[in-house]
């Protein structure tokens, strides 16, 4: 397991692999989609699924969704294969031009930007039960109810862990601690499974449990494709698929579906069950973030929360190491058309870049109301990477001397037409997301 969260940290940290470095196995392959796509999405299931209109209908969007889900990981595979490019972003610049190469690069950056915002959402949210049963153990002890001061809210406390712990992971250039924290991400992905479905057995023995029929009901097509946005967020593992796949040492594309197959599958049996048991647990009142469904007090939740919390922690720096990449790559080439970039430089731009990603984002963080509206935004956002640039980079592929000397005309015909199915969907996908969050947004205001 070590090995593999060496080679986990190697892939999400560096901006390009090493071809002459050790190679990827299978199970190595198969581990790192899966720790890419679980993570702060698991929370948002169950609420989703009430969301929908019930188990049916987000299981069966679900199921609609994983046949685009695993295709766009093909395609990307397929893509880096014939451009002989290691990352997301050079595949799709190789294959479909500056231009679209340049779009890509803001996706990139956004949906990471977005996605630290999320993880600080999701942190605040178990430091509200945290302090809510630390005021509570302390009124206990008193013997009387206690003012709620201002240093036990979890503003404040998001605001000292941000400046404590966040920032001082962040501000280095490497990263290199993850690889023994790589692993937390999935053991509590897990660990939340279980619980969930522990929990729910342990209420139906005491006979205290949800009845479905209170509010299962076959939901409108809004409610249906409203689940959509958080099954590309807790699906999306594509931006990291070019690395897995260029790292690999059998690169053949009937191997890399067989890895997607069986990748997705597992996240799809997580989520669902996810999704399913605390359904079924909280129905109509569960939360956006399951683990506020639950009492502050109990020790096993208690449990789920640190887990989440610390793999958290431990994965925003990479996150923001590779948006920071990005945008600091775009400093360092803009200096070196005027001077000499010197150490000194990119060592502040570092540490400037670092601060002002760390304030934004928890400012953001602090005043959004639940989890599901950062999510409704990057769900859009991931419909870039899992339905529209593949679908590009497919059209484009088709288009090309070398595929067409190789593949026949009516092969090229019937997959440019998958593009263009997965560009559209894609594309819809996006504005549905993104109107529905503007429209909660000014509701809200």
């Not at 595949?91 to 679209?100: E, F, K, M, P, S």
């Not at 999320?118 to 430091?127: E, G």
């Not at 010197?342 to 984002?361: C, D, G, H, K, M």
Request: glycine fraction near 6%; include cysteine; hydrophobic fraction near 50%.
């Amino acid at each position: 397991m070590e090995e593999l969260a060496r080679e986990s940290i190697s892939l999400m940290a560096k901006p390009a692999l090493d071809t002459d470095g050790p190679k990827l196995s299978s199970s190595g392959a198969v581990f790192i989609m899966l720790k890419s796509a679980l993570g702060a999405g698991l929370l948002n299931f169950p609420w989703a699924f009430e969301r929908a209109g019930g188990i049916s209908t987000a299981v069966a969007v679900e199921m609609v969704s994983l046949v685009f889900l695993i295709s766009g990981l093909v395609i990307l595979g397929y893509s880096s294969s014939i451009s002989g490019q290691s990352t997301y972003q050079d595949v799709v610049r190789a294959l479909c031009g500056l231009a679209v190469g340049k779009l890509c690069e803001i996706c990139f950056v956004f949906n990471l930007f977005m996605i630290s915002v999320a993880f600080l959402v999701v942190v605040q949210d178990q430091l509200e039960k945290l302090c809510d049963s630390l005021y509570l153990t302390v009124t206990a002890t008193a013997g009387a109810e206690v003012p709620h001061h201002w240093y036990m809210d979890q503003r404040f406390a998001l605001f000292i862990l941000c400046v404590v712990v966040i920032l001082p992971l962040s501000i280095p250039k490497e990263i290199g601690f993850q690889k023994y924290t790589s692993i937390l991400g999935t053991l509590a992905a897990t660990y939340l499974t279980v619980v969930i479905i522990v929990k729910y057995c342990m209420t139906e023995h005491s006979g205290v449990i949800y009845t479905p029929n209170q509010s299962t009901r076959i939901g409108s097509w809004a409610s249906m494709f409203s689940v959509i946005p958080t099954i590309c967020f807790g699906f999306q593992c594509h931006e990291a698929c070019i690395a897995i796949y260029s790292s690999m040492e059998n690169k053949r594309i009937s191997h890399w579906v067989i890895i997607s197959v069986t990748s997705m599958f597992f996240c799809l049996l997580i989520y669902t069950l996810t999704g399913v048991f605390g359904y079924l647990t909280f129905g109509r009142n569960v939360a956006a973030d399951i683990l506020m469904s639950y009492p502050g007090s109990d020790v096993v939740i208690i449990v789920a929360r640190l887990l989440f919390g610390v793999s958290i922690i431990t994965i925003y720096p990479i996150i923001l190491l590779l948006g920071r990449s990005v945008i600091q790559g775009l400093f360092l080439r803009y200096r070196r058309q005027r001077t000499v970039v010197t150490q000194s430089y990119e060592n502040r731009t570092r540490v400037v870049l670092t601060v002002a990603w760390i304030a934004v984002t928890l400012i953001i963080a602090m005043f959004m109301p639940d989890i599901s509206k950062v999510i409704s935004v990057i769900g859009g956002i991931s419909a870039f990477f899992i339905f529209i640039f593949p679908g590009l980079c497919l059209i484009f592929a088709m288009q090309s001397a070398s595929v067409s000397e190789t593949v026949s005309p009516r092969t090229r015909l019937a997959l440019s037409a998958w593009g263009v199915l997965s560009v559209l969907c894609g594309a819809f996908i996006f504005g549905q997301s993104t109107t529905i969050a503007i429209m909660e947004l000014f509701n809200k205001f």
